[in-house]
DNA sequence: TTGAAAGCGCTAACAG
DNA sequence: CTGTTAGCGCTTTCAA
């Protein structure tokens, strides 16, 4: 516009179009207190830049108009949004939901929201909802793992270099990458994989075998069947691999754990890819009176609510689940705050013995 | 970022300070395709409207340029919004996470989004959740339960009444309410309670009793032990009501099987606020050697997938979890397309008798 | 301490 | 079929 405007706007007003869905503006507020816009604006953001008197007027007006701060038009002036874009593969897995549920506490209050989308586990969902999301300009993005669609990651380091925090949840890099721009708040799978290999043998198994998700886009099952099976051929120990059937995993479990008892040679421990499929083989056991952990020691991954309550209590990983949310949260909260990138997060997964690994144990406890 | 300005750009135009975040605009693209603005915006809403060469220019411009739209310009200008407001008590428990899944699910490539809040289950947050969130300008609003602080429904009524939709989850209105301006997707958890109740006298139970949820916000479970005490009362039986200790329900469960075993009058039947609970007795009873049902027979709510696969089989409701997510997003996108408000849906709970309160059942499966 | 002017990036309405 | 004009409601910059 480079025509100069007129002195005030048309006094006469005309034909007000009124295209905006009839909530009441700064405008309103603007006269009902006798000022203009701005100092209501003023009054919302920082309110003792006004003189005492005035903000009692203006709070007043704000309150008997009934205003709400449109954040579209606030947002898109400024440049800068409050939303907090959310990628998770499945809200309804308890894992992912208690991150959620980590995330929403962490960023409550905050004056940030989460808009959350669920993947499915499928990397070119993911790029589509990752692209629609950008859309929001969102003032941080959280995304699940390091695995993704080369364009996808592009999308990523684009946000990134215009200046969006980029947090990746639930999984952590093997290596020291300095040179990383987005930060990592989870734990190393392969590294919880090399661990539960780890406890088999040093519960003195020698023939074992682990049983891996049936959801095949499960990356990060996979990398911890990777530890497993790398740590175990490290020390000699020979490992199988079963693949859990897709559907109930607790289902599943039950299934595998005859598979299990039928190989040959026979195997004396088994490590699952969760307690979902831990339990469903433990209960499967108890049905069929096989002795856990003498005939099968069954080690779980998860450390789901459930677990410590069988009989003999299921041995497991416990993970950080609600954590990771809230340091994600934390973390994101920070750096928008603050431009320098925060540090990764590399949380800790601690092995719980119980009962079904350990015989003589209580069966009730640790 | 002092982008400097491209040929057509206003060559007077000075010292724009060009105060966005740099990603390219319909302008920008449009320059490329050697068009204007609205040309570009029509070709992205409907391209049919386009000469298909122009279209074929534009979205070659689109695509060198990597446009993504500023979505809340636009929703600025057409004062419609594309954000679903969803507000839950706890997105970490398993019912709601599900509710959650199901509501990403039908969301899914609608163009719609979900802004999800979590209340903690306490009225005051979420009446302030629920302010924060209206200044989103939200396409649709999905609430849970019917119950709520008077300033929050009257922000529900207000949102309705400018046309937004809004759809209850979880709960269902016992009464036909045909008056109502909001829709509910979810169940009667009365009804429910007085089936729990009447399933268990027609074992020929007496004396029963109920174990309330330990979260005394849950005014659902609430709601269930009320229709399960008036029911009891109607055929003539005697109800106790225990409450369970907050904290883990597992536990919670198992600690409330004492309880309920020193209840004098001795008791034979108890049902729970849901599975948790249930499964902490039932398990506790195992480890006690209580037999279950012929000592005391065990009832849940929720039919969450460990209880099909405990010994016995724990009896429970089944509830259409991840169902009322779904069904609220279509319902939701339903009426945002065509105004006119959809029916309620009133959905089914059904009862599933297993073992733990019928005797002589397969105690694997139904 | 308050205000005026300008414009964020887009869409609605109306021309042509 | 394409363009012009005028905002949406807010924040920024600069001035008073």
New binding site residues.
């Given amino acids: 516009?480079?025509?100069?405007?007129?002195?005030?706007?048309?006094p006469i007003a005309?034909?007000?179009?009124?295209?905006?869905?009839?909530?009441?503006?700064?405008?309103?507020?603007?006269e009902v207190a006798?000022?203009?816009?701005?100092?209501?604006?003023?009054?919302?953001?920082s309110p003792?830049?006004?003189?005492?008197?005035?903000?009692e007027r203006?709070r007043q007006a704000v309150e008997s108009v009934g205003?709400?701060?449109?954040?579209?038009?606030?947002?898109?002036?400024?440049?800068?949004s409050r939303i907090v874009a959310t990628l998770i593969p499945n809200a309804g897995h308890s894992v992912f939901a208690e991150t959620v549920q980590g995330l929403a506490e962490g960023l409550r209050d905050s004056g940030y929201e989460m808009l959350l989308t669920s993947t499915g586990y499928q990397p070119q969902r993911e790029e589509r909802q990752l692209r629609a999301v950008l859309?929001w300009s969102p003032a941080a993005i959280v995304v699940t793992g390091l695995h993704r669609t080369a364009a996808a990651q592009q999308l990523l380091l684009d946000a990134r270099a215009a200046g969006t925090p980029v947090v990746e949840i639930w999984d952590h890099p093997t290596r020291k990458t300095q040179h990383r721009e987005l930060v990592q708040v989870g734990f190393d799978h392969r590294a919880a994989g090399q661990m539960m290999a780890e406890h088999l043998i040093s519960m003195g198994h020698q023939r074992v075998a682990y049983v891996d998700s049936g959801v095949i886009e499960d990356v990060r099952a996979h990398l911890r069947r990777d530890g497993f099976i790398g740590q175990a051929r490290k020390r000699g120990v020979q490992a199988a691999v079963l693949t859990a059937p897709p559907g109930d995993a607790l289902d599943g479990g039950g299934v595998i754990l005859n598979e299990l008892l039928d190989l040959r040679p026979r195997i004396t421990a088994a490590a699952f890819a969760n307690d979902h499929l831990a339990t469903g083989a433990l209960l499967q056991a108890q049905a069929q009176n096989i002795a856990v952990p003498e005939r099968l020691a069954l080690l779980g991954f998860g450390d789901f609510p459930i677990s410590r309550h069988l009989h003999p209590g299921l041995s497991t990983v416990h993970t950080p689940t609600a954590e990771i949310g809230r340091i994600a949260a934390a973390t994101v909260l920070k750096w928008m705050r603050s431009p320098e990138q925060p540090a990764n997060a590399a949380l800790d997964c601690t092995l719980i013995v119980r009962g079904s690994t350990k015989a003589g144990l209580d069966p009730h406890t640790a």
Avoid: C
């Fill in positions: 516009m480079l025509v100069p405007s007129t002195a005030a706007r048309p005309a034909k007000k179009t009124r295209r905006g869905h009839g909530r009441p503006t700064l405008h309103d507020v603007a006798g000022v203009t816009q701005i100092t209501v604006s003023r009054f919302l953001r003792e830049l006004l003189a005492p008197e005035t903000a203006v205003y709400v701060p449109n954040l579209q038009a606030g947002q898109l002036a400024s440049g800068r859309g």
